[in-house]
T-cell receptor, first 115, second 111 residues
């Protein structure tokens, strides 16, 4: 299957700082990228959907000013958690898809811990 | 609203003991149903896509089937390395075609 690389795999930051997570599709062009959040023993919760070159569409209850998403190219999307707080600690996973009729492939995930 | 319910939540098998995982869904026009495997601390790994009722797909010890209301992931003679959480997701034809995930079934295969 296609390869999606997510970086970093884990990060620890202080409250009030911002953290950027990168998601790259290595061997295909990702028309659409998705960002998910996953709590322990819970399913993946979609945060936002982004299409290359346009603004991200956020799910209800997700603060767009707190979770900044940039999808500047067909192979790269970034999620920036701004002014992070301990309650933002979670497992963040990106997913990329070539077009509507293809499977979505996932990155390795990023474990964010805010102290 | 699209919904996906997976059962059981957890399943413990002995090596070689075959079983099935269930995924029940409601969706307003199914574009596809997906099965993923997720290991602890990792992102989901794609396994199968099923598009229409009656479709079946196989990969090694896994076989996925689909009806109009549910999908089954059959595991034949599992090995300890099959231990993982198995996630089911549906994609509707309408909207942005995002995936709606179930909570998963945590499978543990003991030697």
């Amino acid at each position: 299957g296609a390869v999606v690389s997510q970086h970093p795999s884990w990060v620890i930051c202080k409250s009030g700082t911002s953290v950027k997570i990168e998601c790259r599709s290595l061997d295909f062009q990702a028309t659409t990228m998705f960002w998910y959040r996953q709590f322990p023993k819970q399913s993946l919760m979609l945060m936002a959907t982004s299409n290359e070159g346009s603004k991200a569409t956020y799910e209800q209850g997700v603060e767009k000013d707190k979770f900044l998403i940039n999808h500047a190219s067909l192979t790269l999307s970034t999620l920036t958690v701004t002014s992070a707080h301990p309650e933002d600690s979670s497992f963040y996973i990106c997913s990329a898809r070539g077009d509507m009729n293809t499977e979505a492939f996932f990155g390795q995930g990023t474990r964010l811990t805010v102290v | 609203e699209d919904q996906v319910t997976q059962s059981p939540e957890a399943l413990r098998l002995q090596e070689g003991e075959s079983s099935s995982l269930n995924c029940s869904y409601t969706v307003s026009g199914l574009r596809g149903l997906f099965w993923y495997r997720q290991d602890p601390g990792k992102g989901p790994e794609f396994l199968f896509t099923l598009y229409s009722a009656g479709e079946e797909k196989e990969k090694e010890r896994l076989k996925a089937t689909l009806t109009k209301k549910e999908s089954f992931l059959h595991i034949t003679a599992p090995k300890p390395e099959d231990s993982a959480t198995y996630l089911c997701a549906v994609q509707a034809r309408s909207g942005y075609s995002t995936l709606t995930f179930g909570k998963g079934t945590m499978l543990l295969v003991s030697p």
